[in-house]
Nanobody, 126 residues
Framework: QVQLVESGGGLVQPGGSLRLSCAVS????????MGWFRQAPGKERDFVGA????????YYADSVKGRFTISRDNAKNTVYLQMLSLKPEDTAVYYC???????????????????WGQGTQVTVSS
């Protein structure tokens, strides 16, 4: 059983930055690719970005490309989401997720992931 715990959310002004963390426990962390999703009130859970098992490659949604960066520290079993130049439309609950299936395409759908964290609220407002 894999457990994921997000932290680092909060209230930030437009143009500000935040770094989210997701601590993973359970099975071998390097067995999983990791992803971040977000869900605004009344909307579906949307893909933000993903990172490979060894952290050598990342992929982002167009809406965050150039502003958000995903990284992972396999020694600490933790994945990060660095968010810069935040906008009000980035306001959402942010979730990290882990997946284990091998595929030739980037895992951008919720069904690509097996386990989820509880989420952390990010609010961008002045």
């Amino acid at each position: 059983q894999v457990q994921l715990v997000e932290s680092g959310g909060g209230l930030v002004q437009p143009g500000g930055s935040l770094r989210l963390s997701c601590a993973v426990s359970g099975r071998t962390f390097t067995s999983y690719f990791m992803g971040w999703f977000r869900q605004a009130p009344g909307k579906e859970r949307d893909f933000v970005g993903a990172i490979t098992r060894n952290g050598d490659s990342t992929y982002y949604a167009d809406s965050v490309k150039g502003r958000f960066t995903i990284s992972r520290d396999n020694a600490k079993n933790t994945v990060y989401l660095q968010m810069l130049s935040l906008k009000p439309e980035d306001t959402a609950v942010y979730y990290c997720a882990s997946g284990s299936r091998y595929s030739y395409s980037w895992p951008t759908e919720t069904r690509d992931y097996d386990s989820w964290g509880q989420g952390t609220q990010v609010t961008v407002s002045s």
